[in-house]
């Protein structure tokens, strides 16, 4: 069965370091989201991709926040300068078309800022 | 503004026990309900789509409901195997094209053999 697969698993990086997670969404599924998880807490929405633009993004989205489609297969976040509170569980998610089609999640990246 | 409030938090049962998750929300006209699975350190895997009252949806063991306040997972005759946590999240109808989902705390499920 086909899935999001997501890299790293696991990064490590210093306050103020630019970070870049990587996703492939499944091939055929046409939108495309991040999500993030802070341990102990809610799995929350961060920002969604539709026809190469974002398409709606939450207040957790800054100006540090960016993603990118550069090809046909991968969706990035890129965080600029990161924040020890940036330290989370990091999910990639996509879905078909059609607008009552759920969202497969990849395993995420567990981001942790030192 | 939308929520979701699931309950308990944490739920242990000794196997072939069976017991129900609730899962209560608020939302401005729903899309869909969707309920996941989330082992640890994994993302969350999908379930259920439930999208009106009245609705049930059943897999293996689980079975999910839906009234126009509230969701339950009902777990007949768990298994060890079943034990994590259980996410409930909800689409909503003016949610924007890209239909988000607002996700509960969950529900952390232990099966004991």
């Known amino acids: 069965e086909p899935e999001v697969t997501q890299t790293p698993s696991h990064q490590v990086t210093q306050m103020g370091q630019e970070v870049i997670l990587r996703c492939v969404p499944i091939?055929?599924?046409?939108?495309f989201y991040w999500y993030r998880q802070i341990l102990g807490q809610k799995v929350e929405f961060l920002v969604s991709?539709?026809?190469?633009?974002?398409?709606?993004k939450s207040e957790i989205f800054d100006d540090q926040f960016s993603v990118e489609r550069p090809d046909g297969s991968n969706f990035t976040l890129k965080i600029r300068s990161t924040k020890l509170e940036d330290s989370a569980m990091y999910f990639c998610?996509?879905?078909?078309?059609?607008?009552?089609?759920?969202?497969?999640f990849g395993n995420g990246t567990r981001l942790t800022v030192t | 503004e939308d929520q979701v409030t699931q309950s308990p938090e944490a739920l242990r049962l000794q196997e072939g026990e069976s017991s129900s998750l609730n899962c209560s929300y608020t939302?401005?006209?729903?899309?869909?309900l969707f309920w996941y699975r989330q082992d640890p350190g994994k993302g969350p895997e999908f379930l259920f789509t439930?999208?009106?009252a009245g609705e049930e949806k059943e897999k293996e063991r689980l079975k999910a409901t839906l009234t126009k306040k509230e969701s339950f997972l009902h777990i007949t005759a768990p298994k060890p195997e079943d034990s994590a946590t259980y996410l409930c999240?909800?689409?909503?109808?003016?949610?924007?094209?890209?239909?988000?989902?607002?996700f509960g705390t969950g529900t952390l499920l232990a099966v004991q053999p």
């Open positions: 998610a996509s879905r078909p078309g059609r607008e009552d089609s759920p969202l497969h």
């Open positions: 091939s055929n599924h046409l939108y």
């Open positions: 991709f539709y026809n190469n633009e974002i398409s709606e």
């Open positions: 939302v401005s006209g729903l899309r869909g």
């Open positions: 439930l999208y009106s």
């Open positions: 999240a909800v689409q909503a109808k003016y949610g924007g094209a890209t239909n988000k989902l607002i």
